[in-house]
């Protein structure tokens, strides 16, 4: 048995507004069953997180290279600190989710928090890549980071210009990268009438052929657009009831600005659990200060979902800014 410190990025403070402790904590609680005794240590003046492990198997030192603020990782040797090699945590550049900068962008560590937390609260064995949803997909920070981490995306919009946006970003990226890849929009039609577009994208990995699918349209239609598919995990930055740029950030409940996705979310989570495989997991952040925990967990409750509730599950609330207070959700589909 050693213990073992893990330096978090120098960004995370910014991230989660001083709460980066106890939010990565629960993570790797989460996330690195293996992980015991973890503790928010300081040396020298330097906060770590620290954890007992027995010798780290390689399963387990990619699971920990994956942690949304993982910067470094030693061993704590005495007075030393021996720096034990992660690997390369994804099978792309990070510049992906790094490059696209717009107002109301979900932050990239937490969406790999919110990612990573709801994998692991998956029952069901995987079969492959992970098929992963992001139905109020934006500008695809979700759809990027599950590609980063080797699973296929795919996703929802609503408005159109995000969609083009995202469209765009990735043809440029993938030309610029030289990967090989198809990556095109195409309209699409329902008894004749045009009801919108869609992204499809294939790209060829070293070991494998990655799938990015998006779509226009209102999350409420999700199912429709999917057809039969079904997904492991579902992973949304659900609107935060506040103005990005002049419109409004919560589509279609209310004519005007929304200031809760209460309604939206009411009308949307028995969508999104009918295209989830059973032993799959919803996870869903979200401002507080519009809807309550008790409330959102209720509305999945009601859709059939088995919330996760107690411990680390419920550890993750954090201040963004004065209007905004962002927790995170997690539900599986048994
Ligand atoms: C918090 S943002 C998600 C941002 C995204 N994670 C990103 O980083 O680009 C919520 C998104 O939901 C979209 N949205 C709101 N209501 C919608 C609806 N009814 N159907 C589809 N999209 C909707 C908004 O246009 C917005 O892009």
Redesign the pocket.
């Known amino acids: 048995m050693s213990r073992y410190l893990m330096l978090r990025t120098p960004s995370a403070n910014r991230v989660y507004a001083g709460e980066a402790a106890p939010l990565t904590a629960a993570e790797l609680e989460l996330t690195a069953p293996f992980a015991r005794d973890i503790a928010d240590v300081e040396i020298a003046g330097v906060g770590y997180l620290a954890f007992d492990a027995d010798d780290l198997a390689p399963t387990q030192l990619a699971t920990l290279a994956t942690q949304s603020a993982c910067f470094a990782l030693f061993e704590s040797a005495g007075d030393l600190l021996r720096p034990v090699a992660l690997p390369r945590p994804f099978d792309l550049d990070d510049d992906l989710i790094t490059i696209p900068k717009y107002q ?3 932050n990239e560590q937490f ?1 790999q928090l919110l990612l990573s937390v709801t994998l692991a609260a998956v029952t069901r064995e995987p079969t492959g890549p992970r098929q992963v949803l ?1 139905p ?7 759809l990027s980071t599950a590609l980063l981490l080797g699973h296929d995306a795919y996703g ?4 159109e210009k ?1 969609f083009q946006q995202m469209a765009s970003f990735y043809k440029t990226w993938l030309r610029r990268k030289r990967i090989k890849h198809t990556a095109d929009v195409t309209g699409v039609r329902r008894d004749g009438k045009s009801i919108g577009q869609r992204f499809d994208a294939s790209i060829q990995l070293a070991d494998r052929t990655a799938r990015v699918t998006a779509f226009t ?4 239609t999700s199912a429709d657009l999917f057809g039969k598919k079904k997904f492991d995990v579902i992973v949304t ?4 009831g506040v103005m990005h740029g002049s419109s409004t ?4 409940v209310s004519g005007r600005r929304d200031r809760s996705p209460a309604g ?1 979310l009411r009308e949307a989570v028995p969508v999104w659990t009918s295209q989830l495989m059973h032993g799959g997991a919803l996870g869903i952040a979200w401002n507080t200060f519009g809807l309550s925990r008790g409330d959102l967990a209720e509305i999945l409750s009601r859709s059939g979902l088995v919330v996760c509730e107690g411990g680390a599950w419920e550890r993750f609330a954090h201040r963004v800014d004065s209007s905004i207070r962002r927790d995170l959700i997690v539900a599986v589909r048994p």
């Open positions: 109301g962008k979900t969406t992001d109020l997909a934006g500008r695809g920070t979700t929802v919009e609503g408005d995000a349209g209102d999350t409420r930055d659900a609107p935060y950030d919560v589509r279609g939206l």
